[in-house]
């Protein structure tokens, strides 16, 4: 069985100043708006970046659960680490297994969903879902939450791949074994899960932020002009590294 890193979801309290720092920085476009998403009081805008997805939601309700994360994260930041897997039904026996909650799930002819409770695996959210049908396991192949033609928007210039995503942890070494172990992913060390096409990095909190997905490695071609245009926008935070939706993104 395999496991991929196949979106990372973004949580903000306006859409728009995100995505026009994400358009004009990194260059990327929306692919997708998933209506579906109203029904938790959300609005969304989805990026490919390669054949990954980086997707940004935020309220436009009150008392939502998007709304509640950013109240307790303080802020703008990473919401979601959503994996594609090859076989869903193992991995919902692994999860009844350890006893890990199910925040939210959906099935249907394209796409089984499971979506676990952060308190449960501690960190973020961790999503296992599957894509079904024709090409549904090609790593450029349909992906049911980004619309019917995803691929249509790819630019790959300046970004073509999300090569690690960094999840800050009150204890990083725990946070890893229990993710290790909902995956049965076998640790590359103590801090460092190795998924088919990314790494998943735990680390202590030392921002001044609680738990949560903090960081994201790009894989960065176009990295000279995306630090010229952070830099112009007061974005830039290093020598290869940016700051959007109160995500420290390192291009790599």
């Keep these: 069985m395999w496991l991929r890193l196949r979106q990372v979801c973004l949580v903000a309290r306006e859409l728009k100043p995100v995505e026009e720092h994400l358009q004009e920085v990194l260059g990327i476009n929306i692919c997708f708006r998933d209506p579906g998403v109203g029904l938790f009081g959300l609005e969304n805008a989805l990026f490919p970046i390669g054949n990954q997805l980086l997707e940004v939601v935020a309220p436009v309700k009150e008392d939502t659960a998007g709304g509640r994360y950013l109240d307790r994260r303080g802020g703008d930041g990473g919401y979601m680490v959503i994996t594609q897997c090859d076989n869903h039904a193992p991995r919902r026996a692994r999860v009844d297994e350890l006893g890990i909650r199910i925040a939210h799930q959906f099935d249907n002819e394209q796409f089984l969903n499971m979506q676990l409770h952060p308190k449960d695996t501690g960190a973020t959210f961790f999503e296992i879902d599957e894509q079904l049908g024709e090409g549904a396991h090609e790593v450029d192949g349909p992906w049911a939450p980004a619309g019917p033609d995803w691929q249509r928007a790819k630019n790959t210039n300046r970004v073509n791949g999300i090569?690690?995503?960094?999840?800050q942890c009150d204890e990083?070494?725990?946070?890893?074994k229990k993710w290790?172990?909902?995956s049965e992913i076998a640790?590359?060390?103590?801090?460092?899960?190795?998924?088919?096409?990314?790494s998943l990095r735990f680390v202590s909190c030392v921002d001044g932020r609680p738990e949560g997905l903090g960081g994201l490695d790009l894989s960065a071609p176009g990295k000279f002009e995306i630090l010229k245009a952070a830099d112009n926008l007061g974005l830039q935070t290093g020598d290869s590294q940016i700051y959007i939706c109160g995500m420290r993104l390192n291009l790599i």
Excluded at 163 to 167: D, M, V
Excluded at 172 to 176: G, K, L, R
Excluded at 187 to 195: A, G, N, P, R
């Design 163 to 167: 090569l690690a995503a960094e999840l």
């Design 172 to 176: 990083p070494v725990a946070v890893a």
């Design 180 to 182: 290790g172990d909902i």
């Design 187 to 198: 640790q590359v060390d103590s801090l460092t899960l190795e998924l088919e096409n990314a």
